[in-house]
């Protein structure tokens, strides 16, 4: 985004998070992605008349965690409505969700700003059932409706307009989508519609109290999108802004190809809706026994795992921060920790080779091919003296390639690392021999030549040489 000094942009966000439970929120249907089109339905999620919803109880489950984990206040008492609107993909001609009474109220949301932490407020978590999704793509002159998606269990969960920067609203949906895959009550994937974001941006003059017209955004697809679709939504306000035209309030669609937001629809307000109590579910009442109950199933979350990371293992900022950014790779990195002894030097290889190796791929962490126990015996090879870190990557390579065990690769192509001071003295003695003439400028204090002594060492050792012996008899016999 062009900064503009005398305009500030807010931003709010509705995050959609498909819960992972195994069937719809209030019928049997399974929740499986990728299935044929309409083969995940049945009279209660197509809204057949005369049939009624019960309420899937891990569905609510999964909220109060949610609501537990950004600690907001988790209402004994909730309620469903009706929020009335006609689509194609909405069968019944309503949506079941939470109006006035939602199931989680209040909360906070921790980001990393380059001013330093920032909290970005949550207003509200609700339930809701998802609509079904019309297919355009490949149809010649029509439209298809497949309603598999109709009745999934969603959490929406809507921030308060707290944001200053598609920056921040990067880093705060990289640390909700975190959350719930921590609690393991979503699996985030932007791409499949499991965690959907609407952003809402306005702009004001800067120190003005009062919030600007604001647009909603939608079809945001992925982080990025949402980061660029915000830039060119501010400055386009700015924009109508400086030529004295006006903000029209609207719902507007990411073009990502174009990389422009357009016109879709005048933005609704509440009373557009007609929202009303819903008749068929009767109010939502928990009691503290269950609500305290969810709490201790709670696992470590990103934020107390990362200054655990900080305080026990003397990791720095940069590097707890992206071991913990996923749970999975959180886990991936203990177990290399429990088998190399070393924390630094296996957060080194995790943030450093591994991920260079998965995102060279495509590949997430659960689809690593080199696991974290040899991972962990790679990297205890280095720390007992075996073998130095180039030899490890040349093993590295072919674990990630072939398989097989750190240990027995050493063993076979005879990797082992050479710390028998006699041998590499030789070696030494050697090499200084065939080149006088460099000794005598190192002598003459020429010193970054020592580089070229260890490497001409290394090669005559096939790169076997321990690094710290072999610098140490070299600096012995220079300055001699």
């Known amino acids: ?184 009550v979503c699996d985030g994937n932007m791409e499949e519609g499991s965690f959907r974001c609407d952003a809402n941006v306005s702009v004001r003059p800067r120190g003005q109290a009062g919030f600007g017209i604001r647009c909603e955004l939608k079809n945001l697809n992925s982080i990025r999108n949402v980061m660029r679709a915000i830039d060119y939504e501010a400055d386009r306000h700015i924009d109508l802004a400086a030529a004295g035209q006006p903000v029209v309030q609207e719902t507007r669609l990411w073009d990502a190809d174009q990389e422009i937001t357009r016109s879709m629809r005048g933005k609704e307000d509440a009373h557009d809706y007609r929202y009303f109590p819903e008749p068929d579910l009767p109010p939502l009442v928990l009691d503290q026994a269950r609500i305290d109950a969810l709490a201790a199933t709670l696992p470590e979350l990103p934020d107390a795992r990362r200054a655990r990371f900080q305080e026990q293992m003397s990791l720095s900022p940069y590097d707890a921060g992206v071991l913990t950014a996923a749970r999975e790779l959180a886990d991936y990195f203990e177990q290399v920790v429990a088998v190399a002894g070393n924390p630094k030097s296996a957060a080194n290889w995790v943030t450093g080779e591994l991920l260079g190796q998965l995102n060279k791929a495509g590949l997430e962490i659960t689809a690593a091919p080199v696991s974290a126990a040899a991972l962990g015996r790679l990297v205890g090879l280095i720390e007992q003296g075996a073998i130095s870190g180039k030899i490890a990557k040349e093993v590295f390579t072919i674990l990630w390639t072939k398989g097989g065990d750190p240990e027995r690769i050493v063993a076979e192509k005879g990797l082992t690392q050479v710390s028998d001071s006699g041998a590499i003295e030789a070696e030494v003695n050697r090499v200084l021999a065939a080149n006088p003439e460099e000794v005598a400028q190192y002598r003459g204090g020429k010193v970054k030549l020592l580089g070229f002594f260890v490497g001409q060492v290394m090669k005559a050792t096939g790169g076997k040489a321990n690094p710290g012996l072999l610098n140490k008899l070299l600096k012995e016999k220079l300055q001699g």
Request: glycine content about 10%; some cysteine.
């Open 1 to 184: 985004m062009s900064s503009h000094p005398g305009y500030e942009v807010v931003i709010g966000l509705e995050v959609h998070a498909q819960m992972r439970t195994r069937s719809k929120v209030f019928c049997g249907c399974s929740t499986t992605f990728g299935a044929e089109a309409n083969t995940q339905i049945c009279p209660i999620c197509a809204a057949f008349p005369g049939v009624l919803p019960v309420l899937n109880h891990a569905a609510v489950d999964m909220a109060i965690r949610t609501g537990l984990a950004i600690g907001g206040t988790i209402n004994q008492r909730s309620e469903f409505s009706r929020k009335n609107y006609f689509y194609p993909d909405l069968p019944a001609g309503y949506q079941i969700t939470q109006y006035e009474l939602p199931i989680v109220s209040r909360g906070c949301i921790h980001i990393d700003t380059p001013s330093g932490p920032k909290a970005i407020g949550v207003t509200r978590i609700h339930m809701e059932v998802d609509a079904g999704k019309n297919l355009h793509e490949g149809i010649a002159g029509a439209s298809w409706v497949d309603l598999n998606r109709t009745g999934v269990p969603l959490m929406e969960i809507v921030s308060e307009p707290d944001l200053r920067s598609s920056a921040e609203a990067g880093e705060y949906l990289k640390k909700l989508r975190a959350i719930v895959r921590y609690l393991e």
